[in-house]
């Protein structure tokens, strides 16, 4: 138990050196910095919604698939799985509120094309879903959920000051940040569990939470490009 307990730090503490990197590159995205300082227009943010609604779509659909891909031998894991699809399956919902309250139109929402940023990213989390007992999702998950606990309160905030918005108008963002602790202390709470003694799978949870920071910030990088 005590190796596992001393596995589980050391990861959890290089996650938090990836996770740093990532939002020292996240805050450079011209999207994120500009809104940070106030100079973001109104139709920077409904691009920006229109084209996060596309990505969350597919969210729980990844989640799903991954716990089709979670044989009995984690059951206990695909239950984690299968309740975190659960709670976000329908999370776009609230992006749609929030980008007609913005003055979008929600039928160009729903006919809406995914950016070539979010083409790959899908791609990527479909293929990793996909793959036999993709346990290393978990470094994906910590990544997107850090996104809401260290990111979405500070982001929401901001856009409501500079561009005068009702918090209806951000409620994504909002919900992202009220909720995602828990999620990332379930996290833990699962990487703590032993499953790290399953050969290999720290540094392939590490590597799959590269890529998605990646692949996440190619898509704000690529906002409009179709």
Do not use: C
């Not at 990197?21 to 691009?47: C, N, S, W």
């Not at 479909?126 to 793959?131: E, N, S």
């Amino acid at each position: 138990m005590e190796v596992a307990e001393n596995e589980s730090a050391l990861i959890i503490r290089e996650l938090g050196k990836t996770w740093a990197d990532f939002e020292g590159r996240l805050v450079k995205v011209p999207i994120v910095a500009r809104a940070l300082r106030g100079a973001l227009r109104l139709e920077d943010y409904r691009l920006l919604l229109h084209d996060h609604y596309q990505q969350v779509l597919d969210g729980s659909r990844w989640i799903a698939r991954a716990v089709s891909s979670i044989t009995s031998e984690h059951l206990e894991l695909r239950s984690r799985f299968l309740e975190h699809a659960r709670t976000e399956h329908r999370d776009y919902e609230m992006l749609a509120r929030d980008y007609v309250s913005v003055g979008g139109d929600a039928a160009a929402l729903r006919a809406g094309r995914q950016n070539i940023g979010t083409r790959a990213l899908s791609a990527w989390m479909f293929q990793r879903a996909g793959a036999a007992d993709p346990l290393d999702l978990l470094g994906a998950m910590f990544i997107i959920e850090g996104l809401g606990k260290h990111f979405a309160g500070l982001f929401a905030r901001a856009l409501q000051q500079h561009l005068q918005l009702g918090p209806h108008q951000v409620s994504f963002y909002r919900y992202h940040a009220e909720h995602d602790e828990d999620h990332l202390g379930e996290l833990q709470e699962v990487l703590e569990s032993g499953v790290l003694a399953n050969d290999g799978l720290a540094e392939r949870i590490l590597e799959t939470a590269r890529v998605t920071g990646r692949l996440y910030l190619l898509q704000l990088e690529e906002l409009g490009n179709y």
